[in-house]
């Protein structure tokens, strides 16, 4: 069931039969879920993932800031302890010092669920008592796991087991955290939102750069099989920027790599198969071009007509025989390019 009018009636009927006015509803997003704040020791990377049975929960529950740390506010929440915190911990807090002073300053800090981890991976973290049972966290070496109106009181340890024995970078971790809680039982209202936010541990100025995964599944029934996909898909096209960037660079053996790689992860998408094939023609190699531009005219005829637009744009060289040669690859090469 949706979480919304039970928890807001809870919610109310504790606000006035304990003579607090029902006022602090207002503006509390009751987002309960679970959740794990981190610190990468190797790349000092910092993270946050998260799931609820809440719609878009990306907004509101993960903050993170290359060099400064990471914060997941739930239960119900207060937005602003994701603000608030990052500005204190980027003002020379600690995690410890930054939790102390944000629940000091919350009125009812008994309904919050908050974790934090600073830049050294220092690790803070508050469970009110007021959370829907069942609520609770356990914190680890630079990290943190937190979850409320759980199926069952096992919930974090399952995920602190999880995130301590999985390999990969920091998202893959995590998200193998959150899978953990899910095979525990999970929100015992279910599914719908996911999201995964990684950043640098060193701020390089420019925040564009600074964030390595910003990843959001809004509404789904599977929200989490969902951002494992959409991990999937990011890292194709990590590979498929590392192989442009190789292409610049005139080595072309790393850009196959890159490229292919990135074809390994996303299999049948047009987009990465057309410009890989625009720019190894590009570079003159248009006999690698040609099965690649093939297979993605198989899948969506469309691309061939982009083609010719490509010139004026500077995306391919100004040839008409070249533009041509490209858009002439017979659909027989193409049907037998995609069965490969």
Known sequence: MNGMPFVRALVLVGLLSSGTSSQLVAGQRPVHTYSIVARDPVTGDLGVAVQSHWFSVG??????????????????????????????????????ETMRALVAADAHPELRQVAIVDARGRVAVHTGDHCIAEAGHRTGDGYSVQANLMWRDTVWGAMAGAFEQAKGDLAERMLVALEAAQ?????????????????????????????????????????????RRLLRLHRAYEHMNAGDLA???????????????AEKLAPGNAEMLFWHGITMAGAGRVDE????LARAYAIDPNWRTLVERLPRS????????????????????????ARK
Not at 193 to 205: F, M, T
Not at 289 to 292: D, H, R, Y
């Open 59 to 96: 907004p509101t529950v993960p903050w993170a800031e290359a060099g400064v740390g990471a914060i997941a506010t739930q239960s119900l929440v207060d937005v602003s302890y994701g603000a608030l915190g990052l500005e204190l911990l980027r003002g020379g807090k600690t995690a410890h």
């Open 183 to 227: 095979a525990e039982g999970g929100d015992i209202r279910g599914q719908q939102s996911a999201a995964i936010l990684v950043v640098r541990g060193e701020s390089s100025g420019r925040s564009w750069e600074d964030r390595r995964v910003d990843l959001r599944v809004e509404d789904h029934p599977e929200p989490l099989a969902e951002l």
């Open 247 to 261: 292409m610049e660079e005139n080595d072309f053996e790393r850009a196959s790599r890159e490229y292919g790689a």
């Open 289 to 292: 071009a040609k099965p690649l």
């Open 314 to 337: 500077g995306l391919l060289p100004d040839d008409p025989e070249l533009v041509r040669t490209l858009m002439q690859v017979a659909p027989a090469a193409a049907d037998a390019a």
